[in-house]
């Protein structure tokens, strides 16, 4: 006598079925569409939590470079500065105080530029 796994082998359909419920069309009810579409979508979370941080990386260098910039310094040039200055901020924390408190970020970017010994120029 055979055995047959109709219980393992439904558990797993549903599994999967499971994973690609709010899919389109049959990838999400018919298995044969749901495992490909699942095998995508988990090679695609995975390869897109390190692109994530790419993204926001830049998305810290954007801002922080239109910081800079409204105060007459260039992106390099003040990054250049904080490291003589020795402040211990990162791009991170940078963008934060350009959108959220450009008082402080002005001053960051005095200290920076008094590191630089570069004088203040208007900004364009």
Same mark, same amino acid.
């Given at each position: 006598?055979?055995?047959?796994?109709?219980?393992?082998?439904?558990?797993?359909?549903?599994?999967?079925?499971?994973?690609?419920?709010?899919? +389109?069309?049959?990838?999400?009810?018919?298995?044969?569409?749901?495992?490909?579409?699942?095998?995508?979508?988990?090679?695609?979370?995975? +390869?897109?939590?390190?692109?994530?941080? +790419?993204?926001?990386?830049?998305?810290? &260098? @954007?801002?922080?470079?239109?910081?800079?910039?409204?105060?007459?310094?260039?992106?390099?040039?003040?990054?250049?500065? &904080?490291?003589?200055?020795? &402040?211990?901020?990162?791009?991170? @924390?940078?963008?934060?105080?350009?959108?959220?408190?450009?008082?402080?970020?002005?001053?960051?970017?005095?200290?920076?530029?008094? @590191?630089?010994?570069?004088?203040?120029?208007?900004?364009?």
């Amino acid at each position: 006598m055979r055995v047959k796994g109709g219980v393992v082998t439904r558990r797993q359909h549903k599994k999967v079925l499971k994973l690609t419920e709010g899919f +389109r069309g049959r990838r999400r009810n018919c298995f044969r569409l749901a495992k490909l579409a699942m095998q995508k979508a988990l090679q695609y979370a995975y +390869r897109d939590r390190r692109v994530k941080k +790419r993204e926001f990386r830049t998305l810290w &260098i @954007a801002r922080v470079g239109a910081g800079a910039r409204e105060a007459g310094m260039t992106y390099s040039q003040f990054m250049c500065g &904080i490291k003589r200055a020795n &402040i211990d901020l990162n791009r991170k @924390a940078l963008a934060e105080l350009a959108v959220h408190d450009p008082v402080a970020f002005r001053q960051v970017v005095d200290r920076s530029r008094a @590191a630089m010994g570069v004088s203040a120029a208007a900004p364009q």
